[in-house]
């Protein structure tokens, strides 16, 4: 699907102009359970929700966010029935073609977070194939998470920063917090704003604890099969009303 031309002018909520945060990072949640309200296998609420993954991209661009972040496979989620994840690892290998057509139609560039050597070598590929055709790309900054899990992030790159002090090519004392975040999978990648969960749950689960440091938190209990436009600018419009002070003090 093509998007259209964003929005360069922040979006009218009630007459005032509202900042829209550059970086939303999601917790896609409530798949199973949304599916289960409606009586089908939670694999239905898994087909849903990769569908309005599309929708909601094409959406958080048209309202000016430039980076958008989605949780959908976590370290922990291997705990899964072994049906569940083989149609969830299907799933990927379908959406990644899908959104192979949507970043080449609409200018998107893709990034994926995580460890990607426990997936399948298939899916390796398309996701790299994927990372590879879109990194010139100068729309909306996409990342998916697949196999991510926050510890195991920071403990690669622990690892990575071991490896280079081994071998002479860093020193201690050069490991800044800014030299860190350089280690981690989201290396140059502005910190979220805003962080969503849906569907109720009031938890990070090991999602981007280093990068959530100061960012904002917004929790809704609307399933992510059915989270629309509107949600994202509830969430936006909730966003624009808190004051962010970083540890300061505002006047
Ligand atoms: C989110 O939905 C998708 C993944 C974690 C893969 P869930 O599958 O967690 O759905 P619920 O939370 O069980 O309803
Ligand atoms: C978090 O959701 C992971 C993803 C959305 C991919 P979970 O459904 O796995 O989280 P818990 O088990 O409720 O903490
Ligand atoms: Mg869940």
Redesign the pocket.
């Given at each position: 699907m093509r998007w259209g031309i964003a929005s360069a002018m922040p979006f009218d909520m009630g007459g005032e102009a509202v900042a829209v945060p550059k970086h939303v990072a999601i917790?896609?949640?409530?798949n199973?359970r949304w599916a289960k309200s409606k009586g089908m296998p939670r694999n239905y609420g898994h087909v849903k929700g990769a569908q309005n993954l599309e929708v909601i991209c094409r959406d958080a661009w048209n309202l000016g966010i430039k980076y958008l972040t989605v949780?959908?496979?976590?370290t922990?989620?291997w705990k899964r029935s072994s049906d569940e994840v083989d149609a969830l690892m299907t799933l990927f290998r379908k959406y990644t073609k899908t959104c192979m057509k949507t970043a080449r139609d609409n200018n998107m560039k893709v990034r994926v977070l995580g460890e990607p050597s426990a997936l399948a070598p298939d899916l390796q590929e398309s996701l790299a194939k994927l990372v590879e055709s879109s990194k010139d790309n100068t729309g909306l900054n996409f990342q998916i998470?697949i196999n991510?899990g926050s510890r195991d992030e920071i403990v690669r790159a622990v690892r990575k920063i071991s490896a280079d002090c081994a071998a002479g090519r860093l020193i201690p004392e050069q490991i800044t917090e800014e030299c860190f975040a350089g280690y981690l999978d989201t290396a140059g990648i502005p910190d979220p704003d805003l962080l969503i969960r849906t569907?109720g749950?009031q938890?990070l689960?090991?999602?981007l604890m280093w990068q959530l440091a100061y960012t904002e938190f917004y929790f809704t209990d609307v399933p992510?099969p059915a989270f629309t436009k509107e949600d994202l600018q509830k969430a936006i419009d909730q966003y624009n009303s808190r004051d962010r002070r970083y540890g300061g003090v505002k006047a």
């Open positions: 917790i896609l949640d409530g199973g949780y959908l496979f976590s922990e989620n998470a991510y569907s749950e938890r689960s090991n999602y992510w």
